[in-house]
């Protein structure tokens, strides 16, 4: 039974700084790519970033460089450091999981989300 548990989520200012946490278990975390994905109020699901079992990560364009994810294979958690936030990043974030060499497309595994708002 996999199982993907977020947290880390919460109410911050306009600039303020958050970091989400997904713990997993039921699966082989090294061996899966990761993600973090978001869905705002009447948005669609879009992703956020993904990293890839040797550490190769991909954000998407409008979040570079204020948005870090990270893994920890040892711990079997995945990380994402959310700076400079801005009350556009109001959303549930979602972790997911998938194969090496995942696509935006290809996850398989979710959790149930955190929710994240930005007050200006």
């Known amino acids: 039974q996999e199982d993907l548990v977020e947290s880390g989520g919460g109410s911050v200012q306009s600039g303020g700084s958050l970091r989400l946490s997904c713990e997993t278990s039921?699966?082989?975390?090294?061996?899966?790519?990761m993600a973090w994905f978001r869905q705002a109020p009447g948005k669609e699901r879009e992703g956020v970033a993904l990293i890839d079992v040797d550490g190769s990560t991909t954000y998407a364009d409008s979040l570079k460089g204020r948005f870090t994810i990270s893994r920890d294979n040892a711990k079997a958690t995945l990380y994402l450091q959310m700076n400079n936030l801005k009350p556009e990043d109001t959303a549930i974030y979602y972790c997911?999981?998938?194969?090496?060499?995942?696509?935006?497309?290809?996850?398989?595994?979710w959790g149930q989300g955190t929710q994240v708002t930005v007050s200006s």
């Open positions: 997911a999981a998938g194969p090496s060499g995942a696509t935006w497309f290809d996850f398989l595994y």
């Open positions: 039921g699966y082989t975390f090294s061996g899966a790519c």
